[in-house]
């Protein structure tokens, strides 16, 4: 029996190929990629402005010699990323960027651009952390007058968090190597069960600036450090963050003076 063509709306659809069809040549533009009204654009427009103020802070932690390392603008871009969407390591954020094309927009790469690698981007990112860079780009940021609008010096609050560190309980040994090692492999078994450590008698192998810590009566101890935050409270916006190690002393976080 033959049927005629098929008319427009009748809600007959073919079923599609689900054929991955590759091309020699890409011309994907990254830019048509990202919605207009993104809030990372407002976002990029304010960090490129603080970044370009701090490329003279910039050539100060680069040698005019050697090998070419990663652009410290993306570094900092990719650390804003990391912040925004909470991703815990290093080597997950290396693989988003390398994955998602709004991160690529974000941190300047284009879409056939090599990633580093994750060990790279940490030693990196640590020359960065070393030079103060993260605060001055912070008071850079405050320094916009995009950004001045939003800020009030009427009313601040202060706030603290803990933040875990990046090491293992089994790392927490006795100073004096009083202890038996912990067993073969790369998290081998170690029972510290009935053992009282405290911070003047043990540290951490891996990180020794990592105290542990209890947050409240009856709550686990950890090894973390704290996180203080300065917050003016018209807007909810953080003017001044430090991170400290674990103790009952909080001090007051700097932070450029703003007016309303």
């Not at 033959?2 to 990254?30: A, E, N, W």
């Not at 940021?141 to 009313?155: A, G, P, T």
Request: glycine share 8%; aromatic share 6%.
């Amino acid at each position: 029996m033959h049927c005629g063509p098929l008319r427009q709306g009748t809600g007959v659809t073919m079923r599609g190929d689900d054929v991955i069809r590759g091309s020699l040549f890409s011309y994907i533009d990254l830019e048509k990629r990202v919605r207009a009204d993104h809030p990372l654009r407002v976002i990029r427009q304010i960090a490129n402005t603080a970044l370009n103020l701090l490329s003279g802070e910039f050539q100060k932690l680069y040698s005019p010699l050697g090998r070419v390392s990663i652009p410290p603008e993306r570094l900092m871009r990719a650390l804003l990323l990391q912040a925004f969407y909470s991703i815990r390591s290093e080597r997950q954020l290396v693989e988003r960027i390398d994955t998602d094309l709004l991160f690529r927009w974000f941190v300047g790469l284009g879409i056939e651009d090599a990633v580093w690698d994750a060990t790279t981007f940490t030693k990196n990112r640590d020359r960065l952390l070393d030079g103060e860079v993260a605060r001055q780009f912070l008071a850079a940021v405050l320094s916009q007058d995009k950004v001045k609008r939003l800020l009030s010096s009427d009313h601040f609050s202060v706030d603290g968090t803990l933040l875990e560190a990046w090491a293992s309980p089994k790392s927490f040994r006795p100073k004096d190597g009083s202890d038996e090692p912990p067993g073969l492999g790369r998290n081998g078994e170690r029972d510290f069960h009935g053992e009282r450590r405290t911070n003047d008698t043990h540290a951490s192998t891996t990180d020794p600036d990592a105290r542990l810590y209890r947050k409240g009566p009856g709550r686990e101890a950890r090894l973390c450090f704290i996180g203080h935050a300065l917050m003016e409270n018209r807007n909810g916006l953080i003017v001044g963050a430090v991170t400290t190690r674990a103790s009952t002393t909080r001090p007051l976080p700097d932070a450029p003076r703003t007016t309303a």
